[in-house]
Structure formats: C-alpha cells, structure tokens
C-alpha cells in the first residue's frame, strides 16, 4: 500500500438499486442526495441540512456501498479516506491530511467526504494508553476543526463510517458535526436474499438456484460474505466447467465461506 496517497477521489457509478435492502437507510439518505443535485433550492427555501452523517452497523454490511451510492446517486464527486490511514504514517501527518482532504473536497463542490472506521480517530480523547494518542487528538481536533470551519451554504457532506458509535468522542456527535445517524444494520433473511440477486445479476444461473432457500440458509452472513459466497460459487463452476452456477454450487461455495468464518473466529480468538 502507497503511504503517499492522501485520500482518493472518485466518480461513483454506483446508485442506490446495487445496494440491497437497507430501505431505511436510503430512505434517509434521499435528502442528502436532493440537497446535492440542487444545492441552490434548498438554499433558497432555507431548509438546514445535515453537515455530517455517521453510519452506523456492524462490518462488511454495505456503510461504504452506501456512500458511494448516495455520491452516484448525486453525480458528485467521492473523496473518501479510512481513519487508520490518518494516522499510521509519521507523526504530525494526519492533522495536514485531514486539512488537505477537506480544502480538496470544498474546491469540488458540491461533493462528498467519506471516512471509514472513523473511531480509529474519533475514540474519546484522554483514554489513549499513550503511544500514539497525541497524533490521533491532533487529527481529531483538526476534524471538529474542519467540520466547524464549513461556511453556512457550504456544499459538502461529510458521511463517516463506524461500527462503534459507542465510543466516539461526544463531541463528534455535537449539533453540526456528526449530528445524525443512519443504522446500516446486518440484514434479515429477506435482504440477504436481495443482496445475493443484486450479486448474481451477471452470473448465469441454472433453474435450480432458489434465493429464499439460500437466503434462509445464511443467518448470521452480511452482505460481504454473501459476494464472496457468489464469487465462490462462480469459482466452483467454472473449475468443472459448468455453463451455469447451480444450486450444488451454491451450497458448497456456502459451506466454503462458512469454514472461513469459522477459521477466522478460530484464529483470532
Ligand atoms: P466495513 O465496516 O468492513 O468497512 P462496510 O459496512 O463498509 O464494511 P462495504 O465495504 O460497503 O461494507 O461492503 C463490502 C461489500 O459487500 C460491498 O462492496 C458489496 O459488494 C457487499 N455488500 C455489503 N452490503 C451490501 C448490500 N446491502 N447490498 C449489496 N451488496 C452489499
């Protein structure tokens, strides 16, 4: 991985049809997505617009899909960074990028700013064990800094990405910064089965497949291990040559994927 990249940017094409149940979510996030195509008419009525957005759920359960979607859904450009990335450099870095990244996304606007496991910085200060800890302040002062500094009719939306808003700084979630929350939650046998359609869309499936069986089959999964379960099953059919992913397939690219879960659990515990 090249330390030197800062951040990166991106046009989204993704839109809210590749992310999979999560209803809600996108249900809130529509507004955000209004406000970006037309800034000016919210501006105009003087309608107040969330600065900052944290999405909130466990991993792999699409936060940063559903970023990306809401910038494709917008046509606006994705700079996005994950907060381990802030910090892990040199020392004194992370405060400059944080400053970097938000000078570039204004120059842009109107765009979006994503930040992945944002309590990699955003844990509460003065817990730190040391070691490390005055980096990962610095960086989130200049944060709250930055999420302050935004002029009124900026056009810059900050969504942040954690799975543990519990331990966030409480100044983070102060009005104006990350005031709102949208739950990216693990998803019920009725959006895994979404989930696993949006997946196989280009993949040519025998009339066997049955996504309900699948998708009941597969508690416990999020969306992440469903594609790897998808790209599995591709796998498996292509080594013996089959012109189709078949249910079998599918079951036993099911079972691969849940030996992984298992090894994993194995070696980190
Ligand atoms: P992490 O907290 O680990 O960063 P995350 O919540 O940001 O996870 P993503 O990186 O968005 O998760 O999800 C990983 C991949 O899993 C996505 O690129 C997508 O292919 C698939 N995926 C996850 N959730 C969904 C969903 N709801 N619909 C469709 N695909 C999904």
Redo the contacts with the bound molecule.
């Keep these: 991985k090249s330390g030197a990249k800062l951040y990166t940017r991106e046009e989204s094409k993704v839109t809210f049809n590749?992310?999979?149940?999560?209803e809600e979510a996108k249900q809130d996030l529509r507004e955000i997505v209004d406000f970006l195509r037309e800034p000016g008419k919210f501006q105009r009525i003087g309608g107040k617009v969330p600065r900052g957005i944290l999405l909130v759920?466990?991993?792999?359960?699409?936060?940063?899909?559903?970023a990306r979607a809401v910038a494709g859904e917008a046509g606006v450009p994705f700079f996005s960074i994950s907060a381990s990335q802030f910090i892990e450099m040199f020392v004194g870095v992370g405060a400059s990028r944080v400053r970097d990244l938000f000078t570039n996304a204004k120059k842009n606007a109107p765009s979006i700013i994503f930040i992945?496991?944002l309590d990699a910085v955003g844990r509460s200060r003065g817990t730190g064990l040391g070691g490390g800890s005055d980096e990962r302040e610095q960086t989130l002062n200049q944060l709250l800094s930055e999420m302050d500094g935004f002029e009124p009719h900026s056009e810059v939306i900050v969504l942040a990405?954690t799975?543990r808003p519990d331990v966030l700084d409480t100044a983070l979630q102060r009005p104006g910064r990350f005031d709102r929350q949208v739950v990216?939650d693990r998803?019920d046998w009725r959006?895994r089965m979404?989930?696993l359609k949006?997946?196989t869309r280009h993949v040519p499936l025998a009339d066997d497949v049955d996504f309900e069986v699948l998708a009941r089959g597969t508690p416990g999964m999020?969306?992440?291990d469903?594609?790897s379960l998808v790209n599995e099953a591709a796998l498996i059919a292509a080594r013996e040559d089959a012109e189709r992913v078949t249910m079998k397939h599918l079951e036993d690219a099911k079972d691969r994927v849940l030996m992984g879960a298992e090894r994993k659990l194995m070696l980190t515990e």
Excluded: F, S, Y
């Excluded at 590749?18 to 999560?22: I, K, R, S």
């Excluded at 759920?57 to 559903?66: A, E, I």
């Design positions: 590749d992310v999979a149940g999560l759920g466990p991993p792999g359960t699409g936060k940063t899909l559903m992945d496991e990405a799975n990216v998803p959006a979404e989930i949006v997946h999020c969306g992440a469903l594609e």
